[in-house]
């Protein structure tokens, strides 16, 4: 009896041992760990990093940037204004979609149509529609027009993917989402839905090609499950990571963390419509009371930058300003002054995509200045919905955010978070509105830096916003990796090459 | 018999379809996806139009009746996020659940039940406290937890197995040991139940007392004596181990259906989270129907005339 | 187990002896063992009600510079016998005050789902009819409907939080009680005292309350006792997916979650925590286990 349940004990693991086959690691193929399923690969449908990641292998854009975060031409040769509100495109000739059409014009022109077009519903539209107008001019020239100067429109036309026009047109919206076409380093191969994207090298891309013959994005939703891959070598780079997984790969012998200071800040949303938050002294305090630097060198490694107003010195419209210094003496005393009013405990809105440690150090912050502070998380929906929508009375007093418009423009940034006409604005200052309507349409650099020195002044003066620190992004790569992280929080495969 | 069949059905389709409701209503409370498909910075304006593409703009009533019209013509409607439609992605999860689901029912049942039929033989003596402790040290963990401690021990430190991913049968293992662990304890413990109880029935004893090897009587008598409650419980776990594999495949990166659930909840992508909702409740029904009737199978006494529980 | 009263019409209208007293008769008969884990059990449970006067620290101050030291690290005279976490709080203090918050989820969560189910289960077998299908359909959806994803849904709505998390548990568990306290409670309908009862135009209510919930009470402590460790362990699942009890609030669960990233650089954040929640869970499975043991006449 026994003996036979032991034979019987024996055959159900090796059955089980036997399912372990193991996978032939083919060394060709570079392999990264994305945090999430990538959306779409329809790069005029879905703008986050888990998809844009993806999709602009696939696909070329206008322009683009360098390593440095400097736009440089792309399918643009070269460009010129015509006028405040024009801008001419020079369009490369020799270049080719994956189905061997060229790449037209036309077809640049029909691209950014696309998403403006209210009937395709994108949700990039808030990035382009500033466009009114985008014709073809000559054989290799395009026109886009503005209904207003604007002089973020560079920057904005990054962005902008060159899809086929006769593909899209002849498959249409859901069959191109599924097997897209694009003129990108990289061929789409197949998505097997919930596990990766293949993608294989363009040979006849007419740019720099890609090192890797194929490339395989994963999608793995833990962060410790992707530092596993990492240190096993299943991943040979793995996007969003803390500080202190950064630590746990810093000694391994196969991978190592790769850090660059990203555009994105992260912030403090004051509720400047809601007692106490509508307080100056209050907002004060709180800007006084938060030991920025200490939270940078004792959670972030040191590796992120205190920021003190929202830009940061890569963007356009920056002008340099100094902040409140950490001072918690003053931040109690401004307590005091308010009396009552602070006693009232604070909503401070987060969700699990932040930095939870972050979140808790502030909070603990404010509580030895005096404030009484609640941590309300949500999930990324509801927060969103609590922080944006409704009366200002009744959204949370604090909500932290990290903010990046992707633009390098300062009119991407503080346009959006204070202009009062802003769904995501929580501040009501006709002084500041008119500053930000003036330098959105003001094509002067250096009037424009101007105007966005006097916003700052203001929005620090009533501290109606508390930037924190300019964001670190940790990627974590094998070792044998060669590939420079960039501030966009690009992943372009022919970029990286095998050491 | 068919009216018993049909009747159950009947029940389900109740059932199935109050649960549809319910979470219809419920998610549509927590808001919609516009605010995360939208860029930062989007302008009011936009958003309002994206969400009225998507038909949030429409009375709720207006929504729920035109997904009971199109879940009649069996369309699960798109999702908001990867525009592409919700079979699809549906179909390609489905494989993965049934791999994990599997691979966890043969590690629950394939050693569940012999410890659960050994603690009973062995009642009272060192080897029952043993697999006791193993039982239960398996069920007193979050699965979460001992998902790492594998990950770290087995992927990490030995290089046994991959962390991650479904590429290969290797990848199988860990997750099925994770989800697996629970359900071997409920297995092992409903077999040592119905073990003790068949072996204090008289026809066990006369059998003993004739000099009837008790290996023998085990194989012969207990294994059909006691398949009722194992069914019943296996019904119950197979049906929850379907959809509701939620942490263990969020841990491992296991594309199958409890992960994408939980994704498409975060991401507001509704008619995802209907349809695998949708697909639990089918897969619930028909284990316990199949259970029903393999009852029939197993102890012919049991005749289904439409009042059986 | 109850079919066994003789036939002398008073007792037979009297309910069948309560838990208690049979709990109390075989209290001596608990193995040695036994006590073990049900000294443990009370050992946590004494901590939970404890915490302020046992915590040796604010399991909330933190201690940017004093992150992550090894257990029996003394920082600047604050000595840190489990050592530190990832904040620098002290995990001993905060294992403390986190048996409060991961034991009192599932104290009130069992009650809650206790309440409820058994409330359904007596409903049912007593009044039947469309009272008993409106039960027995309300059953079979909650159990369609994945409890993990259930309980992901509700959060979103309501937002994570002691007492959501426990409204949550409450609402998603109680098909358990409903199904075992029906079962019980149908086989009791029959039972000479129960009818003669009815007979004599007791109200519905004393009939549930005096002469059904008594007898089926045994069931319901086995079942509240086993899935006391299951709530422990949701908690602790619903900290995985964030959505547990929220911080600066210490559990066990949302400890584990957040330590599980260090367990190779500082250990200690998870596995004290986790190693108490797995002997608390073990604990309540055990004496479960047995408690089940001992209601089951089958093996005796």
Redesign the interface.
């Known amino acids: 009896m026994r003996k036979s349940l032991g034979i019987y004990l024996a055959g159900v693991f090796s059955a089980i041992l036997l399912l372990a086959v193991p996978a032939l690691a083919a060394k060709d193929t570079v392999v990264i760990d994305l945090s999430n399923e990538t959306a779409t690969c329809d790069p005029h449908m879905q703008w986050n990093q888990n998809s844009y990641g993806v999709y602009r292998n696939i696909f070329d854009n206008l322009i683009t940037r360098d390593n440095k975060g400097m736009i440089i031409p792309a399918v643009a040769s070269s460009w010129k204004s015509l006028n405040d509100t024009q801008i001419e495109f020079v369009i490369r000739t020799d270049i080719t979609f994956h189905d061997g059409a060229p790449l037209t014009p036309a077809d640049v022109v029909y691209s950014i149509e696309r998403i403006t077009d209210k009937a395709t519903a994108s949700p990039q539209r808030s990035q382009f529609e500033a466009v009114i107008k985008a014709e073809v001019t000559g054989p290799d020239r395009v026109v886009f027009t503005t209904a207003k100067p604007y002089p973020p429109l560079l920057a904005q036309l990054v962005k902008l993917s060159i899809v086929p026009k006769a593909y899209v047109e002849k498959v249409g919206k859901e069959a191109f989402n599924k097997a897209p076409i694009g003129s990108g380093p990289y061929k789409f191969v197949a998505w097997k839905r919930g596990v990766h994207i293949l993608l294989e090298r363009n040979e006849a891309y007419w740019g720099n090609k890609g090192f890797f013959p194929k490339a395989e994005f994963r999608f793995v939703p833990d ?2 499950t992707r ?1 596993a891959d990492l240190r096993t070598g299943k991943a040979d780079l793995a996007v969003d990571l ?1 500080p ?2 950064a ?2 790969i810093e000694k391994d012998a196969v991978c190592e963390p790769r850090v660059t200071l990203t555009e994105r800040v992260a912030f403090l949303r004051t509720n400047n419509g809601r007692a106490p938050t509508s307080n100056k002294h209050i907002r004060q305090a709180i800007a006084y009371g938060i030991d920025k630097q ?2 940078i ?3 972030m490694n040191g590796q992120d930058r205190i920021a003190h107003t929202m830009l940061t010195k890569e963007m356009a419209g920056y002008s340099e300003l100094s902040g409140y210094p950490y001072d918690p003496e003053k931040a109690r005393a401004l307590v005091a002054q308010a009396g009552d009013a602070a006693k009232e405990e604070l909503v401070f809105a987060t969700a ?1 995509s932040y930095d ?2 972050i ?3 502030v ?2 912050m404010l509580s030895d200045i005096g404030l009484r502070v609640r ?5 990324q ?2 927060f969103l919905k609590a922080v944006q929508q409704g009366d200002l009375a009744a959204r949370p007093h604090i909500s932290f955010g990290r903010w990046s418009c992707a633009c390098m423009d300062a009119d991407g940034v503080v346009y959006p978070l204070l202009h009062s006409g802003s769904a995501w604005s929580q501040t009501r200052n006709a002084d500041l509105d008119g500053l930000l309507d003036e330098a959105r349409i003001c094509l002067d650099p250096e009037k424009r830096v101007e105007l966005y020195a006097k916003a700052d002044k203001i929005i620090l003066d009533e501290s109606y916003i508390l930037p924190l620190y300019q964001v670190a992004y940790i990627y974590g790569a094998n070792k044998h990796l060669v590939w420079t992280p960039t501030p966009d929080e690009s992943l372009f495969l022919n970029r990286m090459r095998w050491k | 018999m068919s009216r018993f069949i049909l009747k159950r059905c009947w ?2 389709f ?3 379809l ?2 549809l409701t ?2 219809f209503f ?2 549509r ?2 808001g919609d996806p516009t605010l995360l498909l939208v860029p930062e910075g989007a302008t009011a304006e936009d958003i309002a139009m994206l969400r009225a593409s998507l038909g949030f703009d429409q009375p709720l009533l207006v929504q729920y009746l035109r997904y009971l019209k199109d879940l009649g013509t069996f369309n699960l409607g798109m999702s908001y996020v990867q525009g592409v439609p919700v079979w699809d992605i549906l179909l390609s999860r489905i494989p993965y659940t049934l791999q994990l689901t599997a691979g966890a029912m043969l590690l629950s049942l394939g050693l569940g039940l012999p410890i659960g039929v050994l603690m009973a033989l062995q009642r009272g003596t060192l080897p029952e406290r043993f697999f006791q402790a193993v039982v ?2 398996g ?7 001992s998902g ?2 594998m990950i ?1 021990l087995f992927a ?1 430190h030995l290089r046994w197995l991959p962390a991650s991913g479904s590429d290969s049968g290797a990848s199988l293992v860990m997750p099925s040991i994770a989800l697996g662990l629970l359900t071997l304890a409920t297995f092992a ?1 409903v077999a040592r ?1 119905a073990v ?2 068949e072996l ?1 029935k008289d026809y066990v004893r006369t059998a003993r007392a004739k000099g009837v090897p008790l290996g023998r009587i085990v194989w012969r008598h207990l294994a059909r004596n006691s398949a009722i409650p194992v069914i019943t419980v296996a019904a ?1 776990e197979i ?2 181990l379907l ?2 594999a ?2 263990v495949e ?2 491992f990166a296991w594309p199958g259906l ?1 992960q994408v ?2 994704q498409a ?2 991401a507001r992508d509704f008619p995802i ?1 209907q349809a ?2 949708l697909f ?2 089918v897969a ?2 028909g284990c316990n129907l199949i259970a029903d009737l393999l009852y029939g199978v197993v102890d012919p006494r049991i005749r289904h005339t439409g009042g059986a529980q | 187990m109850n079919a066994s009263v003789p036939g002398v019409l008073e007792q037979e209208i009297r309910p069948l002896p309560r838990f208690g007293a049979r709990f109390r008769a075989g209290a001596a008969a608990v193995p040695g063992s036994l006590w073990v884990f049900i000294a443990i059990l009370a050992g946590f449970a004494l901590m939970a009600l404890c915490a302020p006067l046992v915590a040796p620290r604010d399991p ?3 201690n ?2 004093a ?1 992550m030291k090894a257990p029996g690290s003394v920082i600047r005279g604050v000595s840190y016998l489990l050592g530190s976490d ?3 709080r002290d995990v001993l203090s905060r294992i403390i005050y986190g048996a409060r918050a991961s034991m009192s989820v599932a104290v009130l969560a069992v009650c809650l789902s206790g309440v409820i189910g058994t409330a359904a289960g007596l409903l049912a077998a007593y009044c039947r009819g469309w009272v008993e299908a409106a039960v ?3 059953v ?10 259930f309980a ?6 309501l ?3 002691f007492i959501n998390v426990v409204l949550v548990l409450g609402l998603t568990r109680w098909t358990r009680y409903a199904r075992v306290v029906y079962g019980q409670a149908l086989s009791l309908m029959p039972q000479p005292y129960v009818r003669y009862a009815r007979f004599v135009g007791a109200p519905g209510l004393s009939i549930m309350g005096r002469h059904l919930l008594p007898n089926v009470f045994g069931q319901i402590v086995v079942v509240a006792t086993l899935e006391f ?1 299951s709530m422990v ?1 949701f908690e ?2 619903l900290s ?4 547990g009890v ?3 609030t210490p559990s066990w ?1 949302a400890m ?3 330590g ?6 500082a250990w200690w954040i ?1 596995g004290f925590p ?1 190693f108490c ?2 002997l608390l ?2 604990s309540v ?2 004496i479960g ?1 047995y408690l089940r043991d001992r209601m ?1 006449p ?2 005796r």
């Open positions: 962060p410790g530092v803390n202190d997984l630590a746990v200490g939270i060198d004792g959670l699990p939870q440690r979140v808790q150090a909070q603990q941590i309300a998380m949500m999930d929906a509801s | 029940q389900a109740i059932a199935a109050g649960a319910l979470l419920v998610q409370l927590t239960f040290t069920q007193s963990m979050p699965t979460f937890f790492i401690l770290l990490v413990r139940t003790l109880d204090g119950l049906s929850h959809a509701g939620v942490i969020t841990l409890g659930a939980v909840i975060e989270v695998v909702v639990g409740a619930s029904v | 909330t101050a933190q940017l510079l992150r990832e904040l620098g027995m359909r309300l079979d959806m909650m159990l369609s409907i994945p409890a993990l994803l992901v849904i509700t959060v979103a709505v937002g994570p939080g460790g362990l602790a699942g995985f997916l964030g959505l929220q911080p600066p669960g584990m979650n957040v599980r990233h260090y367990l190779d650089t998870a986790g929640l797995f869970v073990l499975n055990i286990d089951d089958r093996l």
